[in-house]
């Protein structure tokens, strides 16, 4: 048994039951962005977090002793995503990505927006020529030092 | 000549001159992001705005010319980027890309999160344990249909 | 399971019962073009239209919930493909990529003709010199905007 | 000299004189796509097109020899296009591909469309949701025969 | 089930019955050439063929409806063939690519030797300082036109 | 100085005055194939030879010293070759490089067709229905031998 | 079944019985270099040696069979191997590759060193400061012509 | 200046005054397989050697103090090389390589055999059936420890 | 059966039983780092320390056996690492390997540091500002030699 | 001008002086690691390193503005370094990554080791049986955290 087997009987469980994300996130007392990337295999859960989830999906103990072991992360298939809607995202990076660098650099010195210390925020922006997706991510910065 | 000779003498006189992409951009009258973006290439700047960069970085009609042609977009050199910064973001969307997928498709359906009809902030936030940045992507959603 | 699975089902019943898509299309109520797309598990269908192709090909209410999920999409198994018909797309991009590019900039200005606000249309064209496939592609255009 | 040299003299002179394709392919009396496309290295100019654009880029003698010879065609530089224009087109082949082979298949047999016995045409298609770009592809099909 | 599962099939039976591809061709009624390419997944095989292969391969009714389904075509498992002899031909086409382009041009003008409409004929060729593999192939030329 | 550089000119000289290969051959008194693919940079020349080209391109005597050192050989730019008459090569390797394979062991047992104890042949074969490439490819069969 | 599965199975036997290339070697008739590669899967072996290695490693008669089959060659998983033994050899192919080029063709001309008329040697060398692997390599020396 | 522009004069000056890497290596005092790869940048030359090179190929002061300074090694342009007789080499490692580590691991256990405590000697072995390339490849073995 | 089915099942009965590496390198009687990268397939087991596994996993005899061959060595699934903790490893050897390269051969000359006579020692280092993670690497010196 | 071509003048510079790292650094007043990795253009330099900078190598103003710019970061040039010395880390990686891995999650939990805020120490170590590279790596831990 693996992680990923056990991501996999999560969705189905989720498909099979037509349970949304936000619903469980409430159940585990996380954020929805949060509890959907740990429970598609990217973060490690807490026992009390495992153990909702458990209940929730009817685990069994050894696939929730996995979600407690921290696992190899990264959810895309190929270097380059084909899903469109992933897809945007890359060309986001694409674009933008010296933009990113330069301003961040401008605003804060050499170093990074940490991708661990990070979190994410995905809402609905109503808006009268079509809704918005609206993404918020906070990073802490990083400061690259001399020594 | 093309635009990318366009992009490198901007840079080399940006860095000669100690100027600040936020300087800039007052003077372009856009956001900072898109003038940055705009200048590294990645933008079709209109007649005014043409000018304004022409006066600015002391570029020959030719040069002009170039920023008001749509260009070849794409900031990067290599498929995975190289730069730590740049890298994190392609982390976000590998480690967060299936979770951003379930969540604008639990709220919206299937679709995407435009990335042409799309904003970007970039700010820092302040923050006792070290500053944040913070950044708000906002695209429109697209809905697919069916036909 | 997963949507591969219930794609890899359609075709298997479609191979053994001599099944046509532009019949099955007609059943379903879209056009063939968008039809075959969803069963090759590239689009969402809608309870109704999951309901008659459960009906058509006999599936389980698991594998008619899987049709109504948005699937991760990318129908082909390498960044080139391999096969001489759809390679010859591929190949239609690589020679009149940057003409298509050009000639909607100068018809349109900088953005981009959408591949979700899309349809397409494929038709036999009679010709005495040998029979044409025309297709049809019509994808809103979709501007890119200063901000 | 090589080709690719005099496909950058034409784009730069037709920048520096902001011509248009559409006004170009009037002169060459081509269609603007096969212009635009022959006129980015992509296609063989006869004797008699090539005087004309001779004449209208002031190319030497030289240059005009090159473009009657046939080139290497091929006019992106990534087997995965960045450009996000270029990238929606690559998308489309990616997620429409096995159904447009599908297709062709059961309304010819096996065999292909052809990229060499093809024309291109696209034009504005007006929208009051906001206008469409329309592409209609015109290919031979080609069967497989047994021998 | 799918095209390869009857390849896979068809090559264990030959292997398990020493059979011969010659022999093979005889009874289809192709070319040794066809005939092979067809039965390792690469061409479409008619009613009267696969009929044929059926009754020499023992197969059932569903593998042998799968014959007659156009497969998607390539027989390599990556973009450069590890194996020495299928390499040897990648080779010539690295070697002698642009001299066949070259030459072909020459003689026929801008265009392309087609794929499609192709046989190809490998016989052994006498020689005393070691027989040689002669192959012809031929192809119908397709030649590009302006439009 | 390097062997691509007298390629380059060799080609150049072509262009600018209209020679063709077929000639070229001729003065240099080897087959249109080879000499096309030798003064293309992937071949070496003897004394004779090279001096014979010499006086057709009117090289210098480092550039025709270059012609007579073995090149670096391989003539693409890319391990899938974007050129459609180049690429319909490398697609009958893929779709038909199992079959030649499996004949040619067939005939001779494991071993390979060489690719350097090789010649070839173009020709233009008439025929009612459009004319037709044929290639005909001779390599001397090598056996593998235990030891 | 494949060939794949019948070298797996040899794997399995030896590791799980404690054999020794050289002994099966030695029980095979051939050297010890041959009759491992052949024993992974990448050398044909004729009916006698088969008969052999069936009972050493109790196959079955299609496994057997499956041995006198010409494989498709290549025992890598990867283009640049991972594995630091098979590495090294790869490194000594990029950092010396070209000095055994010239060399090789200072001494023989323009041609190759067949890796098909081929045999290797691998001994120990004693030596104080710690012995040596010592790998002798002969292959024949194959040279282009012009024609 | 860097290392690639000395080794391209050194290569120029050579194939200009027609010199052999044999009569190089006698000047240089080493064997003609470590001054070829040294002069084609592989490696580095003390005081001593390269004041003869100097002396031999008329260097700068300049050029001849970047032959004392270690390269960036590695002398091939792609990960799988096209050369013919480069790519023989690699298709060794292919074919051969899990050989010889199996062989190498039954004489030596686990480890490797070191490409830098390593020599090279190839030499033309005469044979009736025709000449060959002997190639002895020395390296010491380096075990792995546990710790 | 092969290794990796050994180094998973391993993994599996540690999840299952909640064991750490270094309570079973105690076992194993060597340090958790090396005893960690032998369990996890990239090490060979002696005799004796096979044995200790064998008992703490609950492996079979063959199991077992497999600890005692030789691996192909190299746990990673892509070239290019996508879990950010290994990640930051590649981005160490791509930001600061010309670094190392530099230092290493100021101090000691042309050669490596060995990955193979090779040790590693990971530890936790207390600091105010967030504790962290020390790396101690030590590698023999291997130089080049002319000869 | 960028980054990139200034690295080049400092290598150069440093090559035809015959500078030391080491000593290079004692001016910068840093370490020769940090100094090493700046002045390949990795590091930031803030003004007062600029000038010392600009001293040593005789830079002009231009070119010691462009020390003070945050640069693109990555030193390599291919995804898998071809250089010995360089690969042997990224083997390092291959080989021991999920050792690491494990052992660091095994000791902090789930989270990384920063590249960022990192610092690296190089030192010889003597040894009787060859003296060794000793490299100390220090990253902080920084902690993946639920929301």
Chains 1, 2, 3, 4, 5, 6, 7, 8, 9, 10 share one sequence.
Do not use: C
Not at 42 to 71: H, S
Not at 113 to 126: G, H, L, P, T, V
Request: hydrophobic share 40%; charged share 25%.
């Amino acid at each position: 048994m693996d992680r990923q087997q056990v991501t996999q009987k999560i969705i189905s469980v989720k498909v099979a039951q037509h349970m949304r994300w936000t619903d469980i996130a409430a159940e585990v007392g996380q954020s929805k962005e949060w509890t959907t990337a740990a429970l598609l295999g990217q973060m490690t859960l807490n026992r009390a977090q495992a153990d909702k989830v458990q209940a929730l999906f009817g685990l069994t103990d050894e696939e929730t002793a996995w979600l407690q072991i921290v696992p190899y992360k990264g959810s895309l298939e190929s270097a380059v995503p084909t899903d469109p809607l992933i897809y945007r995202w890359y060309e986001i990076v694409s674009v933008y990505g010296t933009t990113i660098k330069e301003l961040i650099h401008e605003e804060f010195g050499d170093g990074i927006m940490s991708a661990i210390d990070f979190s994410m925020d995905i809402q609905r922006e109503a808006d009268p020529k079509g809704d918005r997706v609206q993404v918020v991510l906070s990073g802490k910065f990083l400061p690259y030092k001399s020594y």
